[in-house]
C-alpha cells in the first residue's frame, strides 16, 4: 500500500490526483471524500492508513452510535459509578476507598481465522483495557458461542477457542471465574467469542487515557511492532465473511501472555510512583487509535517520530506500523523529569521502551517518517468525528410468523415412555448437559482469592485480605430470546445476570454490555439492533444499573446468514 517514502504531507497537497486504496482499506466513496474535505487536500498514504481504521465499524462505531446515546440519555443515578462511557473501561466504588473496573468485548471474527490466537488476543486486548485504567486485574470471563456441537467445523474452532483462553488467561495468573457456552446452529460460521475482564485499584490510581501537559513524552513499551494484524479493525472486524474464507490470517494477532505479565508489573510499578500523566493501551488500530485519542482527549497536540518504534520487521511500511495491531504494547504519557525513571522500571521487568514523541502546545497530531512529515491532522477527525450513520431498520416480515404459537410448539407426550425420552434428550442436549470438559481446562483458582466460579450462578473474587471486600460478576445472554423479541430478550439478559449476582449476596451495581449482530446493511438485523439496545437501556433505568461501557461487534454472519 504504500507508495514512497516521500508521500509527505507536502508532496500531497502537491499531487492531488493520486489514486489511493481507500476501498480496499475498507472505506466508502463518501468517506474517503469526508477525508479529502476535512485535511483541504488527499491524504497521505500514513493518513489514508489512520482514517481507514478509525472510521472503521469496529472503532468508530458508525452504525451503532445513535442507538447507543440512550445509554446516556437513560442513565440512572448512580453515587458507585466513579469513571462512565468513553473510556477504557467503567469504574465502580465498592467502598472503603477501593474501586472496581470491568469490561467485556468481543473478538469473533479472528478467532474463526485464527481460533487460538483469536481467542488468546482476546483475553489480552481485554486485560490491557483494564491496565490502562490504573488497576491490578484479578479475573476473567468468557461468554462463547458456537455452531452446532457436532458439526466438523465446530472441532475446529472451538477446541482452539478453549486452549487459546486458557493457556493466556493462565499464564497471567488469572483465574478464569465466569462466562457461558451456547451451541446454535446460527453460529456456525461466525463463533461469538466474547472476554471480560475485572480489576481492583484504590480510588486515587484512577488513570485516563489523554494527553496532557506540553513538553510530556510520549512513551511506547511493551512488544516490538510486527506485521501480524494489520488492518485487522477495519478489514477483518468489519465485514462479513463469505465460503472463501476464513483466508485472512495476516489480519489475527499473535498473543505472548508471558510478556503481558510484564506489561502488567511494569504499568502497576510505573502507576505507584505517580509517573504516568496518562495512558492508552494498543489494541484495535494499534498506533493511529493510542495516538490520536491520547492526543484528542489531552490539551494539546502530539508529535511522533515513527522511525524511534521498535520493530520486529525493518519492512515495515509507515502505513502498516501505524495499522499494526501487534500484541502486549501500551503507550503512556510522562513528564520529562521522570523519563529516565520509567525507563529504570521497563529495563527492570524486561520490558522494551522507548520515547516516540512528545506533546505539543497546538492542536494537530504530526508524525514523521524519515525526516518528512507524513500526517498533520486533527486528531479528533481521526479519533472521535468519524461518519455517523442512521442506517434504515424495519421489523422484519417474518418476526410475526416467529411469534406464533403454533410455530414453536413442541409434541406433548402421550406416554410415560415419551415422557422418558423427552427428559433424557433435553439434559443430554449439548446446551443442556455440564461444560465442565471445557471449564475444567481453565485454571479457576489462581492467586487464590477465588470465592466462587464455575458452575455457581456468578464468580466471585476477593479484592483485599484485610477488608475482605470482594466483587461478583455473571455474564448471560439468551440469542433464542433476543431473536423473538430483541426488546424483551434484551431485558431478559439483564435481569438474569443481575438475578445471578444478587443470589451470590452481592449488590449489582453497574453492567458492561457486548452486542453481537449480523450486517447493519440488514434493514431486519438493524432492527433487532435497535431494539435490543432500547430494552437494556429501559431495563438498566428500572434495575438502576448504569451502563459504564462494552463493546459493538456487528458483521457476525456468513453470506445471508446472520447470528
Same mark, same amino acid.
Given at each position: 500500500?504504500?507508495?514512497?517514502?516521500?508521500?509527505?504531507?507536502?508532496?500531497?497537497?502537491?499531487?492531488?490526483?493520486?489514486?489511493?486504496?481507500?476501498?480496499?482499506?475498507?472505506?466508502?466513496?463518501?468517506?474517503?471524500?469526508?477525508?479529502?474535505?476535512?485535511?483541504?487536500?488527499?491524504?497521505?498514504?500514513?493518513?489514508?492508513?489512520?482514517?481507514?481504521?478509525?472510521?472503521?465499524?469496529?472503532?468508530?462505531?458508525?452504525?451503532?452510535?445513535?442507538?447507543?446515546?440512550?445509554?446516556?440519555?437513560?442513565?440512572?443515578?448512580?453515587?458507585?459509578?466513579?469513571?462512565?462511557?468513553?473510556?477504557?473501561?467503567?469504574?465502580?466504588?465498592?467502598?472503603?476507598?477501593?474501586?472496581?473496573?470491568?469490561?467485556?468485548?468481543?473478538?469473533?471474527?479472528?478467532?474463526?481465522?485464527?481460533?487460538?490466537?483469536?481467542?488468546?488476543?482476546?483475553?489480552?486486548?481485554?486485560?490491557?483495557?483494564?491496565?490502562?485504567?490504573?488497576?491490578?486485574?484479578?479475573?476473567?470471563?468468557?461468554?462463547?458461542?458456537?455452531?452446532?456441537?457436532?458439526?466438523?467445523?465446530?472441532?475446529?474452532?472451538?477446541?482452539?477457542?478453549?486452549?487459546?483462553?486458557?493457556?493466556?488467561?493462565?499464564?497471567?495468573?488469572?483465574?478464569?471465574?465466569?462466562?457461558?457456552?451456547?451451541?446454535?446452529?446460527?453460529?456456525?460460521?461466525?463463533?461469538?467469542?466474547?472476554?471480560?475482564?475485572?480489576?481492583?485499584?484504590?480510588?486515587?490510581?484512577?488513570?485516563?487515557?489523554?494527553?496532557?501537559?506540553?513538553?510530556?513524552?510520549?512513551?511506547?513499551?511493551?512488544?516490538?511492532?510486527?506485521?501480524?494484524?494489520?488492518?485487522?479493525?477495519?478489514?477483518?472486524?468489519?465485514?462479513?465473511?463469505?465460503?472463501?474464507?476464513?483466508?485472512?490470517?495476516?489480519?489475527?494477532?499473535?498473543?505472548?501472555?508471558?510478556?503481558?505479565?510484564?506489561?502488567?508489573?511494569?504499568?502497576?510499578?510505573?502507576?505507584?510512583?505517580?509517573?504516568?500523566?496518562?495512558?492508552?493501551?494498543?489494541?484495535?488500530?494499534?498506533?493511529?487509535?493510542?495516538?490520536?485519542?491520547?492526543?484528542?482527549?489531552?490539551?494539546?497536540?502530539?508529535?511522533?517520530?515513527?522511525?524511534?518504534?521498535?520493530?520486529?520487521?525493518?519492512?515495515?511500511?509507515?502505513?502498516?506500523?501505524?495499522?499494526?495491531?501487534?500484541?502486549?504494547?501500551?503507550?503512556?504519557?510522562?513528564?520529562?523529569?521522570?523519563?529516565?525513571?520509567?525507563?529504570?522500571?521497563?529495563?527492570?521487568?524486561?520490558?522494551?521502551?522507548?520515547?516516540?514523541?512528545?506533546?505539543?502546545?497546538?492542536?494537530?497530531?504530526?508524525?514523521?517518517?524519515?525526516?518528512?512529515?507524513?500526517?498533520?491532522?486533527?486528531?479528533?477527525?481521526?479519533?472521535?468525528?468519524?461518519?455517523?450513520?442512521?442506517?434504515?431498520?424495519?421489523?422484519?416480515?417474518?418476526?410475526?410468523?416467529?411469534?406464533?404459537?403454533?410455530?414453536?410448539?413442541?409434541?406433548?407426550?402421550?406416554?410415560?415412555?415419551?415422557?422418558?425420552?423427552?427428559?433424557?434428550?433435553?439434559?443430554?442436549?449439548?446446551?443442556?448437559?455440564?461444560?465442565?470438559?471445557?471449564?475444567?481446562?481453565?485454571?479457576?483458582?489462581?492467586?487464590?482469592?477465588?470465592?466462587?466460579?464455575? $458452575? &455457581? =450462578?456468578?464468580?466471585?473474587?476477593?479484592?483485599?485480605? /484485610?477488608?475482605?471486600? #470482594?466483587? @461478583?460478576? %455473571?455474564?448471560?445472554?439468551?440469542?433464542?430470546?433476543?431473536?423473538?423479541?430483541?426488546?424483551?430478550?434484551?431485558?431478559?439478559?439483564?435481569?438474569?445476570?443481575?438475578?445471578?449476582?444478587?443470589?451470590?449476596?452481592?449488590?449489582?451495581?453497574?453492567?458492561?454490555?457486548?452486542?453481537?449482530?449480523?450486517? $447493519? &446493511? =440488514?434493514?431486519?438485523?438493524?432492527?433487532?439492533?435497535? /431494539?435490543?439496545?432500547? #430494552?437494556? @437501556?429501559? %431495563?438498566?433505568?428500572?434495575?438502576?444499573?448504569?451502563?459504564?461501557?462494552?463493546?459493538?461487534?456487528?458483521?457476525?454472519?456468513?453470506?445471508?446468514?446472520?447470528?
Amino acid at each position: 500500500m504504500s507508495r514512497t517514502p516521500l508521500d509527505t504531507v507536502e508532496n500531497a497537497a502537491a499531487t492531488p490526483d493520486v489514486e489511493l486504496p481507500w476501498a480496499e482499506l475498507g472505506l466508502k466513496k463518501d468517506e474517503y471524500e469526508r477525508v479529502v474535505e476535512i485535511l483541504g487536500r488527499r491524504p497521505t498514504g500514513a493518513e489514508l492508513a489512520m482514517y481507514s481504521v478509525m472510521w472503521s465499524e469496529h472503532c468508530s462505531y458508525k452504525s451503532s452510535k445513535v442507538h447507543l446515546r440512550q445509554f446516556g440519555e437513560k442513565a440512572p443515578q448512580s453515587d458507585a459509578l466513579l469513571v462512565g462511557i468513553g473510556e477504557n473501561a467503567g469504574v465502580v466504588d465498592v467502598g472503603q476507598g477501593y474501586a472496581v473496573t470491568f469490561k467485556v468485548e468481543s473478538h469473533n471474527h479472528p478467532s474463526y481465522v485464527e481460533p487460538y490466537q483469536g481467542a488468546a488476543t482476546g483475553v489480552g486486548g481485554i486485560v490491557r483495557d483494564i491496565i490502562a485504567m490504573g488497576a491490578r486485574p484479578v479475573a476473567v470471563v468468557d461468554p462463547l458461542r458456537f455452531g452446532a456441537a457436532d458439526h466438523p467445523d465446530t472441532k475446529r474452532v472451538l477446541p482452539g477457542v478453549v486452549a487459546g483462553i486458557g493457556g493466556y488467561g493462565n499464564c497471567l495468573g488469572l483465574p478464569n471465574i465466569g462466562g457461558e457456552v451456547v451451541f446454535d446452529a446460527c453460529y456456525q460460521g461466525n463463533p461469538l467469542v466474547n472476554a471480560g475482564a475485572i480489576g481492583v485499584m484504590r480510588h486515587e490510581d484512577i488513570h485516563l487515557a489523554k494527553a496532557s501537559g506540553s513538553g510530556n513524552k510520549v512513551i511506547l513499551y511493551g512488544a516490538r511492532t510486527g506485521g501480524d494484524g494489520i488492518g485487522g479493525a477495519s478489514i477483518l472486524a468489519s465485514e462479513t465473511f463469505d465460503d472463501a474464507k476464513p483466508s485472512k490470517r495476516p489480519a489475527v494477532q499473535v498473543g505472548d501472555p508471558f510478556q503481558e505479565k510484564l506489561l502488567i508489573e511494569c504499568t502497576l510499578e510505573a502507576f505507584k510512583e505517580k509517573l504516568v500523566v496518562g495512558i492508552q493501551d494498543l489494541g484495535a488500530a494499534g498506533l493511529s487509535c493510542a495516538t490520536s485519542e491520547l492526543a484528542s482527549n489531552g490539551s494539546g497536540g502530539m508529535r511522533v517520530t515513527l522511525d524511534d518504534v521498535p520493530l520486529r520487521d525493518s519492512t515495515l511500511s509507515p502505513e502498516e506500523i501505524l495499522m499494526s495491531e501487534s500484541q502486549e504494547r501500551m503507550c503512556a504519557v510522562v513528564e520529562p523529569a521522570k523519563v529516565d525513571r520509567f525507563l529504570e522500571i521497563c529495563d527492570k521487568w524486561d520490558v522494551i521502551a522507548t520515547v516516540i514523541g512528545e506533546v505539543t502546545d497546538g492542536d494537530r497530531l504530526e508524525i514523521y517518517w524519515h525526516g518528512g512529515k507524513i500526517v498533520d491532522v486533527d486528531p479528533r477527525t481521526v479519533a472521535h468525528d468519524g461518519p455517523v450513520y442512521e442506517r434504515p431498520y424495519a421489523r422484519p416480515e417474518w418476526q410475526d410468523a416467529l411469534q406464533a404459537d403454533d410455530a414453536n410448539k413442541l409434541p406433548r407426550p402421550a406416554t410415560s415412555e415419551e415422557l422418558k425420552d423427552q427428559v433424557l434428550a433435553l439434559v443430554a442436549s449439548p446446551n443442556q448437559a455440564s461444560k465442565s470438559w471445557i471449564t475444567s481446562q481453565y485454571d479457576h483458582f489462581v492467586q487464590g482469592n477465588t470465592v466462587l466460579a464455575q $458452575p &455457581e =450462578d456468578s464468580g466471585m473474587i476477593r479484592i483485599d485480605e /484485610e477488608t475482605g471486600l #470482594g466483587v @461478583a460478576i %455473571a455474564t448471560d445472554g439468551n440469542g433464542r430470546f433476543a431473536k423473538l423479541d430483541p426488546y424483551a430478550g434484551a431485558q431478559l439478559a439483564l435481569s438474569e445476570a443481575y438475578r445471578n449476582v444478587a443470589t451470590t449476596g452481592a449488590k449489582p451495581l453497574a453492567v458492561s454490555d457486548c452486542l453481537n449482530f449480523g450486517s $447493519p &446493511e =440488514d434493514p431486519a438485523v438493524m432492527w433487532q439492533f435497535a /431494539e435490543a439496545v432500547r #430494552g437494556l @437501556a429501559d %431495563a438498566c433505568q428500572q434495575l438502576g444499573t448504569p451502563v459504564t461501557g462494552g463493546n459493538v461487534s456487528l458483521y457476525n454472519q456468513t453470506g445471508e446468514v446472520a447470528i
